[in-house]
């Protein structure tokens, strides 16, 4: 059994800055990538940032530049560092891994609520 964990969410101001983590465990084997969704209201979930195994990166238009995404594969553990946030950022926050135990299966997290005040 594979759980995703998330960490870190928050209220903060517009033009502030927040961490969020997600931690992989379980019986694993293998990583290959993970990444970050959000879900705002009435809306569908998107990607946020996407990290391969050997560190490539992807990021949504909306936050490069702002966002950062990183792994650390000793922890199974995938961060997003968010500064200069704006309002429209407020999403619930979904971490996506592809993890193989037995077999490559598609992974999510809870979520964590993100919220930027005006």
């Known amino acids: 059994q594979v759980q995703l964990v998330e960490s870190g969410g928050g209220l903060v101001q517009a033009g502030g800055s927040l961490s969020i983590s997600c931690a992989a465990s379980?019986?694993?084997?293998?990583?290959?990538?993970m990444g970050w969704y959000r879900q705002a209201p009435g809306k569908q979930r998107v990607l946020v940032a996407h990290?391969?195994?050997?560190?490539?990166?992807n990021y949504a238009d909306a936050v490069k530049g702002r966002f950062t995404i990183s792994r650390d594969n000793a922890k199974n553990t995938v961060y997003l560092q968010m500064n200069s946030l704006k309002p429209e950022d407020t999403a619930v926050y979904y971490c996506?891994?592809?993890?193989?135990?037995?077999?490559?299966?598609?992974?999510w997290g809870q979520g964590t609520q993100v919220t930027v005040s005006s």
């Open positions: 996506n891994a592809r993890i193989y135990t037995t077999y490559w299966g598609n992974y």
């Open positions: 379980g019986s694993i084997f293998g990583i290959d990538y």
């Open positions: 990290i391969t195994s050997d560190g490539n990166t």
